[in-house]
């Protein structure tokens, strides 16, 4: 700040004398800015300490918009990371199942078979029946190790 | 709003889940229904029970495969037992359900090869009885050589 009742020293009166001489010699093109550059900082600097401080409801406004731009980050961010998980078990759950590994038919249900399957083979058709019995529960068992048990 | 759509989807298809093990399990305790019902004398009501399991829409993460090995195994055995109780043709109309699922060469296939020739041989149809047994034959010779080939019993 510039007191007024302080008689200007050397060195302002040197600086005062060289922002006039640049202003009446003008900024041409190649001349020397700097010390209008430095007086016009200068000028602005004791125009913005000279402003009204921020009013009470300007002050909280400025706050609350402050305030509310990392909660909506915040709410953002949650709602894409609830959207990736539902995208992930999306992608769980439409993956194309593979079937289940079940067992191979044992010789025996296979010899049944043959035999139920000649034309004279319909006294062989009760074996067959015990045979296929005996299979589905192993194929059974092992649907119900792939797919689970119903809750 | 979007994210709430897509939780809510993703729950619809995780109880999918627990629909195919609930079709398993029906599957399972209609055979065994069906042998409790034939220990009983009750031939029909044995079928029912397998009737039932067939007409039950299968859920679809339910494998192709899987499916169709419950169902084929399922209308075979009613085919068995409309043969035993003397209705061949409602015998071939179950096998011919169950092959219009697929064809594979694996037992489920044989055994409704098997009974279908069984009942086009009530039928006097002699010479497509013949088929499905050489089908039938061909399918269950060749798992038994793999079961063979595998170190299997001989």
């Given at each position: 700040m510039i007191g007024e009742e302080k008689p200007p020293t050397a060195e302002e009166l040197?600086?005062?004398?060289?922002?006039?001489?640049?202003?009446?010699?003008?900024?041409?093109?190649?001349?020397?800015?700097?010390?209008?550059?430095?007086a016009l900082a200068a000028a602005n600097l004791l125009r913005a300490s000279a402003r009204?401080?921020?009013?009470?409801?300007?002050?909280?406004?400025?706050?609350?918009?402050?305030?509310?731009?990392?909660?909506?980050?915040?709410?953002?961010?949650?709602?894409?990371?609830?959207?990736?998980?539902?995208?992930?078990?999306?992608?769980?759950?439409?993956?194309?199942?593979?079937?289940?590994?079940?067992?191979?038919?044992?010789?025996?249900?296979?010899?049944?078979?043959?035999?139920?399957?000649?034309?004279d083979g319909s006294a062989a058709m009760s074996r067959l029946d015990?045979?296929?019995s005996a299979y589905r529960e192993q194929v059974f068992g092992a649907l119900q190790r792939a797919y689970g048990r119903p809750r | 709003m979007k994210a709430l759509s897509l939780l809510l989807l993703a729950g619809l298809l995780s109880g999918c889940g627990d629909a195919s093990a609930r079709w398993i399990d029906e599957a399972r305790r209609a055979h065994a229904e069906a042998d409790a019902r034939l220990r009983e004398g009750d031939p029909g009501a044995a079928e029912r029970a397998l009737r039932r399991a067939v007409t039950q829409p299968a859920p679809p993460d339910v494998a192709a495969a899987d499916r169709r090995a419950v169902l084929q195994d399922a209308y075979a055995r009613l085919a068995r037992l409309e043969l035993v109780a003397g209705k061949p043709d409602q015998a071939l109309?179950?096998?011919?359900?169950?092959?219009?699922l697929g064809e594979e060469a694996d037992?489920?296939?044989?055994?409704?090869?098997?009974v279908r020739g069984r009942a086009c041989e009530a039928l006097g149809r002699d010479s497509e009885a013949a088929r499905d047994y050489e089908k039938a034959q061909s399918i269950a010779g060749r798992l038994l050589e793999q079961a063979l080939g595998d170190g299997g019993e001989r």
């Open positions: 040197a600086e005062a004398e060289s922002l006039a001489r640049a202003l009446e010699d003008g900024a041409g093109p190649g001349g020397d800015t700097s010390a209008v550059d430095d009204p401080t921020l009013s009470e409801m300007r002050a909280r406004a400025v706050l609350n918009r402050a305030w509310r731009t990392p909660r909506r980050s915040v709410a953002r961010g949650a709602i894409a990371a609830v959207a990736a998980a539902a995208a992930a078990v999306l992608v769980f759950a439409l993956r194309p199942r593979q079937p289940a590994p079940l067992p191979a038919p044992g010789p025996d249900l296979l010899r049944a078979q043959l035999a139920a399957a000649r034309p015990s045979e296929m | 109309r179950d096998a011919d359900a169950g092959l219009e037992v489920f296939a044989a055994a409704l090869r098997t």
